[in-house]
C-alpha cells in the first residue's frame, strides 16, 4: 500500500497538469490531451499502463521511458508533495459526505488489505524522501509497448 501510494503520488506530479511541462507536452505533441496512467501493484506484480491516442507508438514509448527516468532521478518536491497529499486526504474526507462512496471504499481497501483510516494515516506521514525511494524500485527496461489499432467503420 505504501508503495502504491508513494508511485501515485510522484507519477501524479509528473505526469499530469501540476507539471509546468505537461502543457509544452501537449503542445510539442509529445502526448495529446487524452493522455493518462494507471497504476496497480500488487504482491508479485506491478503495472503502469501509459494511455494516448497517439499514431506513432514508438515515439510515445521512447517520450515515456525518457519522461519516467527523469521522474525517478527526479524524485518529488516537498511542495509538490504537500498539494498532493492534501488533494488525496481531501478525496478522502470527502467519502465522509458519502456513505455509499465510503463503503465501496472501505470494502476497496480491506481487499487491499489497508482501511480508509489507515490510508488516511499513510497519505498524512508519507515523505519526499519515502516517495523517492519507492519510485526508484521502478525499472523502465522492462517496459512493453502495445498499439491498440482502431477497427472497423470508424478506422482512419
Not at 7 to 32: R, V
Not at 57 to 74: D, L, W, Y
Request: glycine letters at 6%.
Amino acid at each position: 500500500a505504501l508503495r502504491e501510494c508513494c508511485i501515485k503520488l510522484c507519477l501524479d506530479a509528473w505526469f499530469t497538469a501540476g507539471n509546468p511541462d505537461y502543457q509544452n507536452w501537449i503542445d510539442e505533441g509529445y502526448i495529446t490531451p487524452y493522455f493518462s496512467y494507471d497504476l496497480e501493484i500488487e504482491d508479485d506484480r506491478a503495472n503502469i499502463l501509459f494511455l494516448d491516442e497517439k499514431e506513432d507508438g514508438e515515439a510515445f514509448r521512447s517520450f515515456i521511458i525518457s519522461q519516467m527516468e527523469k521522474c525517478i532521478s527526479s524524485g518529488i518536491r516537498e511542495q509538490t508533495l504537500d498539494q498532493l497529499r492534501k488533494r488525496a486526504l481531501g478525496s478522502i474526507l470527502h467519502l465522509l459526505n458519502s456513505p455509499s462512496d465510503l463503503s465501496a471504499a472501505w470494502f476497496h481497501g480491506i481487499s487491499d488489505g489497508i482501511s480508509v483510516f489507515d490510508e488516511f494515516r499513510m497519505i498524512s506521514r508519507v515523505s519526499a524522501e519515502t516517495c523517492l525511494k519507492m519510485l526508484r524500485s521502478i525499472h523502465t527496461d522492462a517496459s512493453t509497448l502495445v498499439i491498440l489499432r482502431k477497427t472497423g467503420k470508424n478506422a482512419e
